[in-house]
């Protein structure tokens, strides 16, 4: 039984950017799954991108992941981009049928120009919150996030999960920075 200090503490703690091993199930969502899909990168100052994407989560102890993650958008006939991250992200159970969860990365950013090859990396911090509808097979998320590399931003992004079986879900993402990028994507996650 968990003691009426004991919860708010660490939703702070999760508040904060810290994930931390919540102690709680969390039975409506699944955090064990490969997503894979396609993304439309968008930036303000054009060359518009797209290209595939994978992310992948394993709980390694209760209710804390390993997280990594590979994408690769093309620009065009002279620039594409290879994304990598890694990280860990714990999670805990708000109310019924709401989740918290915060993700610590390590992201690499690695632009190809020609023949001349850059790469930006540094860290990701993440909170977001996962919400299962009353109709169970609906899944909404949002989240706020602060790329800490040489261009640091922030971020926002909302999606969009409907599960076609147990162990299928089929969605919609979009996210928004503070460089003014627009990423929106179609996803299919596989759970395990």
Known sequence: MKGNLVRPLLLSACLLLAPLPALADTPNFKYDFLEVGHLSVSPQNGGSGSGGYADFA???IDSVQ????????????NFSAKDYQLGIAGEDGIVDGTDVYTDILYVNHR???????????G??????LRHRTPWSRLELDGYLAHNY??????????GLLVDATSWLALGVAYSHDS??????????RLYF
Not at 66 to 76: C, E, Q, T, V
Not at 123 to 128: I, P
Not at 179 to 188: A, G, H, K, P, V
Request: glycine share 10%; hydrophobic share 30%.
């Open 123 to 128: 860290y990701r911090l993440e909170v977001g």
């Open 179 to 188: 460089q003014y990028t627009n990423t929106t994507s179609l996803r299919l």
């Open 149 to 158: 590399l040489a261009a640091s931003s922030n971020e926002v992004g909302v």
């Open 58 to 60: 394993y709980s390694f």
């Open 111 to 121: 632009n190809t120009v020609g023949n001349t090859i850059s790469t930006d990396d």
């Open 66 to 77: 390993f997280l990594a993650g590979y994408s690769r958008p093309d620009y065009g006939s």
